[in-house]
């Protein structure tokens, strides 16, 4: 993309109402635009990092086995009164009544539409299990919507949903997800530690947040240092097989939020070890039995031919609040460092003399190898000042800036600064292409 085509409204000035690091970034760097309290429009920048994190985010359902779909936004209230959950919902539920009064209410999560589908096509305990997911528009009418699109009004998850025979084959499917969860996390660039969590509104028993450690994070939280270091599954992990040791390992140290606290136990813990900290919630996996299948009567014929309300969990990521907390975890004063697999664009390409012929070419033929390459371009053909250039491209954060200039060129090189150190390196011109495409493939090609 070719920076003077591109919409990229820049700020100078702080906004004045961010008050964390993602939230003013973001705005600063024309990722999105406040439409309304808690409202924001993606701007093609940030759309960009959004449908990244998207992607990785489905990757790794899909590797785990579970079968995407899209439900609607809007759904009708009849089906929330089949569960109770219609008027225990309150007023973070956005109701609307359609022209023919119908009531109708702006989908804050999906587990009644998603029982509702399941037991319109299944009928057997031989068709389970089922593992659906989609990734959908929620709206949430929050009293305290704030950081932006930490928590926001309208916001992106991706919401999953199990339906087993029995107990035992749910926590299967819960720690399917729970393994997924942790890959996920660690493909996008953050430690997203699992703890014991309360059940809220959804309800169930079993219950984890994931959560990443950070200062300007909404929750307080409590753990066992020893669980950052742990490593993650790797891709070959087999879905099919047992995970228990792998949730067992994960789940064996302290780990636990505010609600779910456990001073006495807490204090059993090496105090070298104890983390007392903030943190943002990034997922949620939540394991609640018969709840919505018993009221909503989800019922499969067992092998006996009786009727049995299906067990199920359900299983939330918070896709755009995902790029708020990698954001918080990769900046500094200039701006954002993004993580090469969720970048907008990998290679910033800088041309310090626009209208140089010599320049010009470079950078076209530079531009054009990289993009043959695989690797997506930012180029910055604009006419701007060498100052100003360089300024906003720290700001927007991409992780390679390919520099391009008059005196360079003379003795054949290009200067290439890696934004996350902000490291400078010379390469020979004609060799600078294939080592940072090298360089890219190398980063996206994770374990
Ligand atoms: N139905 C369940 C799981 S599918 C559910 O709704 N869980 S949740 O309420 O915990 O939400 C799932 C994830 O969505 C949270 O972990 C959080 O990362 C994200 N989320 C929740 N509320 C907001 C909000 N107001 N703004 C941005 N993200 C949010």
Redesign the pocket.
């Known amino acids: 993309m070719r920076l003077s085509r591109y919409y990229l409204p820049v700020l100078k000035e702080t906004p004045s109402e961010a008050q964390i690091a993602s939230h003013r970034l973001m705005l600063r760097a024309g990722m999105i635009r406040q439409e309304g309290a808690?409202i924001y429009a993606w701007l093609p920048l940030g759309f960009r990092v959004l449908k990244k994190i998207e992607q990785i985010v489905r990757e790794e359902q899909d590797r785990a086995g579970a079968a995407e779909m899209l439900m609607p936004t809007i759904q009708q209230a009849d089906l929330w009164r089949e569960s109770g959950r219609y008027d225990a919902y309150g007023k973070e539920m956005l109701r609307i009544t359609d022209r023919a009064d119908r009531e109708m209410l702006f989908g804050?999560?999906?587990?009644e539409m998603i029982t509702e589908i399941f037991r319109a096509g299944v009928r057997s305990y031989k068709d389970l299990p089922k593992l659906l997911y989609h990734i959908q528009w929620?709206f949430?009418d929050?009293i305290r919507?704030r950081f932006g699109?930490?928590?926001?009004?309208e916001?992106l998850?991706k919401?999953?949903?199990s339906f087993d025979i029995d107990e035992e084959a749910a926590r299967k499917s819960y720690y399917k997800m729970f393994v997924a969860y942790l890959r996920t996390f660690a493909r996008l660039g953050v430690k997203a530690i699992p703890m014991r969590a309360d059940t809220?509104p959804?309800g169930g028993d079993l219950s984890h947040?994931?959560i990443v450690l950070a200062e300007t994070g909404e929750s307080a939280v409590f753990c066992d240092k020893r669980l950052v270091e742990m490593d993650t599954p790797k891709k070959d992990v087999d879905f099919d097989g047992d995970l228990k040791p792998i949730f067992d390992q994960f789940t064996s140290l302290y780990a636990a939020t505010d609600e779910m606290h456990d001073k006495a136990e807490f204090d059993n813990v090496d105090a070298k070890h104890q983390v007392s900290a903030r943190g943002?919630?990034?997922?949620?996996?939540?394991f609640f039995g018969d709840k919505y299948s018993k009221p909503m009567k989800a019922v499969v014929a067992g092998p006996d031919g009786n009727e049995i309300p299906v067990q199920m969990g359900?299983?939330?990521?918070?896709v755009?609040?995902?790029m708020g907390a990698i954001i918080e975890a990769y900046h500094d004063e200039n701006g954002c460092k993004w993580p090469i697999p969720v970048a907008p664009y990998q290679v910033g390409l800088v041309n310090l003399r626009t209208g140089d012929e010599a320049s010009d070419a470079a950078c076209e033929k530079l531009y054009a190898e990289l993009t043959s390459k695989g690797v997506e371009v930012l180029y910055d053909d604009t006419a701007g000042r060498p100052g100003e250039k360089f300024a906003r491209m720290d700001l927007i954060g991409l992780p390679y800036q390919l520099v391009i200039g008059p005196r360079g060129l003379d003795k054949g090189e290009a200067e290439v600064k890696n934004r996350s150190t902000d490291e400078r390196e010379t390469f020979a011109i004609d060799k600078v292409g294939s080592v940072l495409a090298e360089r890219i493939a190398e980063a996206l090609d994770y374990a």
């Open positions: 808690g804050p999560t999906n587990e929620k949430r929050e919507p699109v930490m928590r926001g009004r916001f998850m919401d999953s949903y809220g959804i947040e994931f943002i919630e990034v997922g949620h996996i939540f359900s299983y939330g990521v918070g755009s609040r995902l």
